[in-house]
């Protein structure tokens, strides 16, 4: 564990055939001060063993390992994990282009140094962080779930409940609209109504009020329909800017 608590632990998976780089890796990421938690493994075939997404935020791979390469491992862990930072650590830059394939992070040359494992880290960090971002997080029938944001259609305040419409159904909570407003970013997200959130993303046309691309109608406050319409053109206009 590294000596840094603040924060969640960064879980990393360390994986060399020889004891001289696991143990040199394992000072430097100790070194680093980031907090983490560490899975060693001698072989490809033992690391993949129960292997799953999201399983590790970053992954050290031997490039040259027994049976089976640093290189084929990686292509196994992709098959289920695509956004995991993979680091390959080599003597040799023959394989580049073979990383880049697989969507590696790099490739540090052994002996490997602090500076390349503190990036490495950094980025894990990064990576992680803004992946539990894109994400809404709520509690329904006693379970958490995690939402992704772009799937989130519209929001409905209904007895007593948020109703959370998304593209693979609708999530019952007993979270507030004024709490969910405050946890989805404007100005993507837009109060429509005190009873209605709407992701301008998914607005199909708008004329009352907002007809969403699920066929769904999202009620838009009469008092208010000037401004909220105004705020949807310039979402549009922005959205179409960003884009060129």
Do not use: W
């Amino acid at each position: 564990m590294g000596n840094d608590t603040s924060g969640a632990s960064l879980r990393v998976a360390l994986c060399e055939d020889t004891q001289v780089d696991t143990e040199l890796l394992t000072a430097l990421i100790d070194m680093s001060g980031v907090a983490y938690e560490l899975d060693v493994f001698a072989t490809g075939e033992e690391m993949l063993e129960g292997f799953g997404k999201d399983r590790y935020d970053l992954i050290f791979l031997d490039v040259f390992m027994g049976e089976l390469s640093g290189v084929q491992t990686a292509e196994k862990i992709r098959e289920a994990d695509t956004h995991v930072v993979i680091v390959f650590t080599t003597t040799s830059e023959d394989f580049t282009r073979e990383g880049y394939r697989l969507n590696a992070y790099k490739y540090v040359l052994k002996p490997v140094n602090l500076n390349d494992v503190k990036d490495a880290l950094d980025l894990a960090v990064m990576v992680r962080d803004k992946a539990a971002g894109a994400s809404l997080a709520i509690v329904t029938d006693n379970v958490p779930v995690f939402i992704p944001l772009h799937d989130i259609i519209f929001v409905e305040s209904s007895n007593r409940r948020s109703l959370i419409y998304t593209l693979d159904g609708t999530y019952a909570t007993t979270m507030t609209i004024d709490s969910l407003e405050k946890l989805l970013p404007a100005p993507r997200f837009l109060r429509s109504h005190r009873s209605y959130i709407v992701n301008l993303d998914h607005v199909d046309d708008i004329d009352e009020d907002f007809i969403m691309d699920n066929g769904e109608i999202a009620y838009i406050a009469v008092k208010n329909r000037r401004r909220i319409k105004n705020l949807y053109d310039e979402y549009l206009f922005n959205s179409v800017r960003d884009n060129e």
